[in-house]
């Protein structure tokens, strides 16, 4: 099969698109840059870089001398635009050129075309559709069809539609963009589109009816806020005090016009100062009656030049089959029904009005085959170039100078630089023997670049990546050496557990912010405390057997109020470079705040949590003993009946401390415990990951049917999502891992039980047992009532809900049937 | 290069750049306003969260400007182009953040609509 062309370019007066036909699909290629579609037709010349795009677009208005827009207009005359920047002449030709050179960049598969379909106006003659062709050309492409913009947009409409409907009959193309309006006639006889005629205005679009919001509804309404003495200039004059503004409400009012396409009303919050310097601010309502009515007459106008057509033409509206849509302004819902309303002919919006011609082209260019000469694969030829660059790769500036010294031939050659996250473009610049280029900095990142070094037809033949680390990176090597870990309650298990802070080889400084529940009413007037202690080390261990950096202290006694079980605590640790962390606590809603520092030279151990922590190990290797003896486990029970002597001993001296104490034992006793704490989980852990794996695969099972039997389609996938990583964490030894597992099976089990009229009535049953115990007797037994008639009447939404008022109503011990432990008051 | 693949499609995104930039627009009032001094807390707890999700907004408010700048989409006001600096933002930079064991690498996901004129120009005034 021969090949075609495949590439489909929409050349506009201010936009343009490219798209590419693969296999019966069109894809419309987005900028790199921004991830538009469209490219502004604008080209600038700023300094030694030509800008195409939106970047040139911006300066359009206020440096007209070295930005040219709109030349298309121009095309196929001896007109040329005068440079001021680089004191040369510029014909349209060489600036379309330029447009279709940066719309390849867009081509993201890497390929290089050496054919395209550009598509021109209706009302082009012969010497401008040579002169666009002669464009095609000098921007690299071989060979250039063109294609009228009406039969572009038809084609996307056709190969939107099946069958031969359109067959024998004849429509209207009505093209309205942001700053023209073209319409056209178009037939289709024997299975060929003609365009038959055609009108336009090359001065109306989607930007007349921004200034008309901004200078007919906004301006008037601010005026009658505030003393203004004329208003309208001071937005309108590149010298007025109030230009900057101008700008904002042209954004504000494009805003509003899009969102009045869906709804009814949109608002304009304005707010800027009077001529007195007062501040004047406004909510400015916009109706979508109130829009249309602004812009009836341009509507009106438009389908004028429709009539003016069919007059010409001698046809009916019935003559027609439709209205064609296109152009970004046909979005306006006033818009597509007035120009019907007046014509009586049904407008058809069923192609995309922003891009159709770019894809209509495309199609076209799927059919159009390859006739080049050598059309042969273009070769990976090694580029004759040497470069050799010079840079900073890591930086604390905010602005690097980037140089390279150039070998080989570099006439006709340029080079560009861009930062990979999207936000510089250096621009295409002359390549010669010597580069430099000032690369601005993302600050506390790493920063990426592409150099291209492109030829005449800006297609890639040296590429080269720059790299540069600022701020925090420029230290690299200043890495956390371990875990740092913040100590919480293990409620369930009565133990304490480690959630991660900061993971090893985090970069410093660092810093981060975390939530945490108060785990236990705390009295205001006691001596009761919260701990936020931070440990170091891996944080898949246990706390204890971890080395503690510090611990702040949240006091009953200096709180104004009780602090309740549940309230947030907003945690913030920073790491500096030199390892200190600073813990800052702030208690929601009392108010106090709490902050302390710790340096790994000065470190911080409370005497009360330590004499603790060593009573909560002792009492654990005892347990942990008397396990493995009834499991007849003589190694470990060797090992921890070793383990019983120091602990003692370490109780004892821990009980001679003062809490005050100033001599470095506290942190001899608190190394030495925290080395039998590493014994007693080295010899148990592998008794605890079995017992864990083996409860999971229990819990698993169980799950499993019942999530097949009950399980909703969020339930089913939660329950594969565990699946799925089941495999990482059965082999891994990290308990925490296992036991979070094990705990979302629970919790995904009880959801479904929930539902589950057997399981509710068993809960019911179980709370009624307990009768006695309630803290309300009364109430207990309304709800227990409540409790029968519901089971009888089968109304289990209910009986769930009384189940819970009867759960509120149990003492706390009988909620938490284990005894709980809160060393740390946090979870 | 870095291939930092886009969190979804633009259109999925528009939602949440929309949400990020009302929430940067009520942080610039709640900081212009001392009787909202106590809302602050709030919104940094919001874009701490949204950070952690990867998505961080940054303010270009007063940042020099020339045509190297993708990361904005500026209107020039006044008449010179020289020396130019971010007076007004409309909508804020907003990055999509993919930390791993090298480093923090960012993309930009919308970028920053703003006004920009002449330093001397807005000195003068």
Do not use: C
Request: avoid cysteine; aromatic fraction near 6%.
């Amino acid at each position: 099969m021969s090949k075609t062309i495949n590439f489909g370019i929409d050349l506009g007066t201010t936009n343009s698109l490219i798209a590419k036909f693969n296999k019966g699909t069109v894809e419309v290629y987005k900028n790199p840059i921004g991830f538009k579609e469209s490219l502004p037709s604008v080209v600038a010349f700023r300094n030694d870089r030509i800008i195409v795009g939106e970047k040139a677009h911006a300066y359009l208005e206020k440096d007209p001398r070295s930005t040219i827009g709109q030349f298309k207009r121009k095309m196929g005359t001896s007109e040329s635009f005068k440079i001021k920047s680089i004191d040369q002449s510029k014909t349209p030709i060489d600036l379309s050129a330029l447009v279709l050179k940066e719309l390849k960049t867009f081509i993201h598969s890497g390929e290089t075309p050496e054919a395209a379909v550009i598509t021109v106006p209706a009302s082009f003659d012969m010497v401008q559709s040579n002169a666009t062709k002669t464009a095609g050309h000098q921007a690299g492409f071989k060979q250039v069809v063109l294609l009228q913009e009406p039969i572009a947009a038809s084609l996307a409409y056709a190969n939107k539609t099946t069958g031969n409907e359109l067959d024998n009959s004849q429509w209207i193309v009505y093209d309205l963009g942001g700053g023209t309006f073209d319409v056209a006639l178009v037939r289709i006889a024997d299975g060929e589109l003609k365009v038959v005629d055609h009108e336009g205005d090359n001065f109306l679009g989607g930007a007349d009816f921004d200034a008309r919001i901004v200078e007919r509804i906004i301006v008037p309404s601010i005026e009658k806020k505030g003393r203004f003495d004329d208003l309208l200039d001071q937005l309108k004059s590149a010298s007025g005090r109030l230009n900057r503004t101008w700008y904002t409400l042209l954004g504000a009012a494009e805003e509003a016009k899009k969102e009045l396409s869906t709804k009814s009303a949109s608002e304009i919050d304005v707010e800027l100062e009077d001529d007195d310097g007062e501040m004047v601010s406004a909510l400015i309502s916009v109706t979508r009656s109130e829009f249309e009515a602004l812009i009836k007459d341009v509507i009106d106008s438009t389908a004028e030049l429709i009539r003016t057509i069919l007059t010409r033409n001698s046809l009916q509206p019935s003559d027609l089959k439709f209205i064609l849509m296109v152009g970004g302004s046909t979005y306006i819902p006033s818009v597509r029904n007035r120009v019907e309303e007046l014509l009586g002919i049904p407008v058809n919006t069923d192609i995309d009005p922003t891009n159709a011609i770019a894809i209509g082209a495309a199609y076209y260019a799927g059919n159009k085959p390859l006739e080049l000469m050598e059309a042969k694969e273009r070769d990976a030829a090694p580029s004759p170039l040497k470069l050799k660059v010079t840079y900073n790769k890591v930086s604390l500036e905010t602005e690097e100078m980037f140089a390279a010294k150039v070998e080989g031939a570099v006439d006709g050659l340029s080079f560009r630089i861009t930062r990979d996250d999207g936000g510089f473009d250096s621009g295409l610049k002359q390549l010669s023997a010597r580069i430099s280029e000032d690369l601005p900095l993302v600050p506390d990142a790493y920063n990426s670049y592409t150099l291209k070094i492109l030829d005449q037809h800006n297609n890639p033949i040296a590429i080269e990546l720059i790299q540069i680390a600022q701020g925090k990176y420029s230290v690299a090597g200043q890495m956390l050496p371990d875990d740092l870990s913040l100590v919480k309650d293990n409620i369930q298990d009565g133990d304490t557990k480690l959630e991660q802070v900061f993971a090893r080889n985090t970069i410093l400084p660092a810093k981060k912010k975390m939530t945490v529940d108060v785990s236990k009413t705390m009295l205001h007037d006691t001596e009761d405390e919260i701990r936020i202690i931070v440990v170091e080390g891996p944080s898949a261990n246990h706390p204890s057997s971890n080395k503690t950096v510090g611990a702040l202290l949240v006091r009953a006694k200096n709180m104004k109020r009780d602090l309740l079980r549940g309230t947030e605590i907003d945690l913030t640790f920073e790491v500096s470079e030199s390892r200190s962390v600073t813990v800052h606590a702030y208690v929601n809603p009392s108010g106090p705040e709490f902050s302390d520092v710790f340096t790994p030279k000065d470190r911080n151990v409370d005497v009360k949590a330590l004499a603790e922590e060593i009573g909560m190990l002792e009492e654990k290797i005892e347990q942990e003993k008397a396990e493995a003896l009834d499991n007849e486990n003589y190694e470990v029970v060797d090992i921890l009946t070793k383990l019983s002597g120091p602990i003692q001993e370490l109780q004892g001296e821990a009980v001679l401390l003062t809490i005050d104490d100033v001599t470095d034992n506290k942190f001899k006793l608190e190394d030495r415990k925290r080395k039998i704490a590493q014994e007693l989980h080295q010899a148990t852990s592998t008794k605890r990951i079995e017992r864990l794996r083996s409860e999971y695969l229990l819990v698993r099972d169980e799950v499993s049917e019942l999530v097949k039997e009950s399980g909703n389609d969020i339930e089913k996938r939660s329950f594969q999502e565990i699946i799925n990583r089941e495999h990482a964490f059965l082999n891994t030894n990290s308990l925490q891992r296992l036991a979070e597992h094990v705990s979302r099976l629970h919790g995904l089990q009880f959801q479904i039980l929930m539902r589950s009229p057997d399981f509710l009535i068993g809960w019911f049953q179980s709370l009624v047992a307990k009768r006695e115990s309630f803290n309300d007797q009364v109430q207990a037994r309304n709800f227990i009532e409540a409790g029968k008639q519901h089971i009888q009447g089968e109304d289990f939404d209910r009986l769930l809900e009384v189940n819970r008022r009867l759960y509120s109503l149990l003492p706390q011990q009988e909620k938490e049937s284990k005894e709980m432990r809160h060393f740390t008051g946090i979870s | 290069m870095i291939e930092i693949k886009q969190p979804a499609s633009a259109d999925q995104l528009k939602p949440l750049l929309s949400a990020l930039s009302q929430l940067y627009e009520l942080d610039r009032k709640v900081q212009a306003r001392s009787e909202f001094q106590a809302l602050g807390r709030n919104l940094e707890k919001m874009k701490a969260a949204f950070d952690e999700l990867g998505y961080r907004i940054e303010d270009p408010q007063g940042q020099g400007y020339n045509e190297t700048r993708v990361d904005l989409e500026a209107s020039i006001a006044g008449s010179s182009t020289e020396d130019l600096v971010v007076t007004e933002v409309i909508k804020p930079i907003i990055r999509y953040l993919m930390r791993d064991s090298t480093g923090e690498y960012s993309k930009i996901i919308q970028r920053g609509v703003v006004v920009v004129e002449s330093r001397s120009k807005k000195d003068a005034q």
